[in-house]
């Protein structure tokens, strides 16, 4: 029976066509969902914009009831998970050591951190429009069982600006798998950037005068805050290029050239 | 064999890898030919999984070459289609099912989906042990996945990195068949272990390497050729003396037998007709395995030493 499949002398080379990138991102996105972890991510995603909705027409004053309020608290836990699917989806390869396979597989690593990143921000994206389109269902509902005048009070561009920064958000996790290649030393590191960060960015504000109108340059989270929070000026958007291109754009080509070069064993 | 105009060869050029000052891989240049299985042969950290590491560019060679039919296995298009590759069975996603991971190397390599059932068959996964996850795996069923995904691409070229570890003595004989079958349809076969045995059993050539040097290498048959004959009797004088008037130089080995350069045949007429009635008669091995036992005994020595040194620092 070997004989019939394995066939080593079967003339393969004039079939063996190179790797479409297209391939490789399929591939990628099949492995975000098809281990336990992934699936459950994926699915808190959907969990956590149901539980928010129930929970803002349930608490919510009603005068708050708008279409921003749900917007907001739906895209807070999204902004919170999908990085966590962008470092495992990068660190995994190192961790669980699947890399072995992989990049035999793909010789050139940037293609399959390419693919990684580009179906992170297909997920990030599909979860996005997800959480608006719930949104405004719990906005139509919510308004209607309170009987309150509906608030439609997210503009397209406003819209766009939430979807950049929950970009912002994922790719911070792509460049912190990058640079570490540990699951759990790159979420670590994410946790210290997005929570503790933020609050020691804070106190340092309120007591230095100095930091505090260097902040908007400097800080990441503060610059990219602003885009969870209607249209930018152009400084704020100065602000965000500036800051994300340092503590994004930066680290994440130091990033890849560790990809590129560290040992998978 | 070659009757498409291709030949698969595996061609190692003066490859070392150095860290910082220890060097692991030292120089070490070979060629594994197309319809032959080349067994590559050494003690626990030998440079063995470092080489092939840098055959498949996981690694990159400081310096030095691995080709694959010329080409840096970096250039291969599809590199699953034209070379199998097994380096650690266990390095895969626990949390993925079998099956799961052989459909992520079928699509990876654009095959048919048919072709992770087939490979399934071939390595004698059931259905239901398909559908568990790796985690849940022994280690012989994750040697069989491994060799699934290195030939679920039917490349010409296979490099498995101790493929028989963990295989119980039915998994060793069927990876031996299957092995066998894929070197006699033309395909090229290089793989690993740190047993002797093992290589004799499968390999048709061998190429022993032993603190990141090539010690020996050879067709199995050179290598494992007769370097005397071993005779016993149950006269030891009698036999002594019948060698002695026959003109054949004799050793007394440690377990008290006659070792003589003489062949089998010679040493076995010599008794006859000096009428000693032989209780056993067999040829000692080229030395292989003492060469073997002497570098692992070595590389274990140094072990021990470094530790000593490390102890007393």
Known sequence: MTAIVIDPVRDQRADVYPVPLSRVINVELRKMFDTRSGFWLMASIVITALLTTIGTIAFAPETDLTYYTFAKAIGFPM??????????????????????????????????????????????????????????????????????????????????????????????????????????????????????????????????????????????????????????????????????????????????????????? | MDTMGRSSVITIESLSKRYGASTVVDNISFVAPAGRVTGF??????????????????????????????????????????VGVMLDASAQHAGRTGREILTIAQRMMGLPGRRVAEMLELVSLTETEANRRVGNYSLGMRQRLG??????GGPAVLILDEPANGLDPAGIRWMRDLLRGYADQGGTVLLSSHLLREIEVIADDIVMIGNGRIVCQGSKTQLLQSAGTIARAADM??????????????????????RTDA???????????????????????????????????????????????????
């Not at chain 1, 902040?215 to 602000?239: I, K, M």
């Not at chain 1, 965000?240 to 994440?252: G, R």
């Not at chain 2, 002594?240 to 037998?257: I, M, N, W």
């Open chain 1, 79 to 265: 902004t919170v998970v999908l990085p966590i699917i962008a470092i495992l989806s990068i660190t995994g390869e190192w961790s669980q050591r699947s890399g072995l396979t992989t990049f035999t597989l793909v010789p050139h690593r940037n293609r399959v951190i390419a693919a990684k990143a580009v179906s992170s921000v297909a997920v990030a994206i599909a979860s996005m429009l997800f959480a608006f389109v719930i949104g405004a269902i719990g906005n139509l509902v919510g308004t209607a069982i309170t009987g309150t005048e509906m608030v439609w009070d997210v503009s397209l561009a406003e819209g766009v600006n939430i979807v950049l920064g929950s970009l912002l958000c994922l790719l911070t996790g792509t460049m912190l798998g990058m640079l570490i290649r540990s699951s759990a030393g790159a979420l670590v590191a994410y946790f210290v950037y997005s929570l503790l960060l933020p609050t020691v960015a804070g106190i340092l504000a309120s007591s230095q005068e100095w930091f505090r109108d260097l902040q908007p340059w400097v800080d990441l989270n503060y610059a990219q805050a602003a885009l969870f929070e209607g249209t930018l000026t152009a400084e704020q958007w100065a602000n965000v290029v500036v800051t994300a291109s340092t503590w994004l754009v930066l680290p994440a080509i130091l990033g890849l050239r560790l990809v590129m070069k560290s040992e998978v064993k």
């Open chain 2, 147 to 152: 060799i699934a995904t290195a030939l679920i």
């Open chain 2, 41 to 82: 042969l050494g003690p626990n950290g030998a440079g063995k999984s470092t080489s092939m590491r840098m055959m498949v560019g996981l690694t990159s060679p400081t310096p030095g070459s691995a080709t694959i039919s010329g080409r840096r296995f970096a250039d291969l298009r599809n590199p699953g289609r034209e």
């Open chain 2, 263 to 313: 062949d089998p045949t010679r040493v076995g007429r010599v008794a006859h007709e000096a009428g000693v009635a032989l209780i056993e008669l067999r040829t000692v091995d080229g030395g292989l395995e003492e060469m073997f036992l002497q570098l692992t005994a070595d590389t274990q020595r140094e072990r021990a030493d470094t530790q000593r040194e490390r102890k007393g620092a």
């Open chain 2, 237 to 258: 004088y009698a036999l002594k003396r019948a060698f002695d008037t026959s003109g054949l130089p004799t050793t007394v080995s440690d377990d008290g037998a006659l």
